[in-house]
């Protein structure tokens, strides 16, 4: 069950995506003229609902011992997706799986090892418990941002990347939240490639909107505050992200 979230909630939550190792709860409360007691009370409610479900470090492996990190883009039926996620995390040196509601590439992997021959073990484990690899390859780089609706009132409302994956040879999975004056708002995806607003290599795999989760089809219709999922083999273009209404570069955890 979903809960509706006032300004204090979205505040905490803002926050917390922003540095929750070094905020602290009169941090917060200076910020929003409140209690520290009413924040510590609202983030136990936030983590009791689910919401907060954790606390994780952004480790770069690369700089452990130069271990590597892949992406593994995996298909499987939508009534086993949840099953074959908590499956995939049995592996040893998977560390993350996204479940999409998509029709192909509905889970994606992070795993990490020291060598390739581990990520190949990692790939024969995954296709032994019944996943389809459509895709791999080696993660470069991960970016975050807070998302910006949770913010300051007076904070810049534009198109913005919540989170940013780069692949070794240059493709990359970008998640963007599309600004209200973004050129591609209310237009159809079929019409975003006719006018050229999306380029050739670029796949739309995910649309959230709101409390739904759309499959990205040809007639679907992007609307303002959609957080949309783009994939391109090459590099998401700058033309690309401009039609979403996002200039800004994401913030880089290190």
Known sequence: MSRRLDEVDKRIIHALEQDARNISAPMIADEMDVSPGTIRNRINQLEDAGIIKGYHADIDYERCDGRMTNLFVCNTAASERESFARQALTVPGVVNVRELRTGRGNLQIKAVGEEM???????????????????????????????????????????????????????????????????????????????????????????????????????????????????????????????FGTSDQPLKLS
């Open 117 to 243: 021959g581990d990520l190949t073990r990692i790939a024969k484990q995954l296709s032994k418990l019944g996943l389809e690899i459509e895709d791999e390859d080696l993660i470069q780089e991960e970016y975050f941002t807070p998302y910006d609706p949770f913010g300051p009132e007076n904070a810049t409302k534009q198109g913005a990347m919540t989170d940013m994956v780069s692949l070794s040879g240059g493709a990359e999975v970008i998640d963007v939240t599309v600004s209200a004056d973004a050129p591609i708002v209310d237009t159809a995806l079929h019409e975003a490639n006719e006018q050229s607003l999306l380029d050739e290599e670029v796949l739309i795999i995910a649309i959230e909107r709101e409390d739904e989760m759309l499959t990205p089809k040809g007639n679907t219709v992007i609307r303002a505050g959609d957080l949309v999922s783009i994939f391109a083999r090459n590099g998401v273009p700058e033309s690309t992200l401009n039609a």
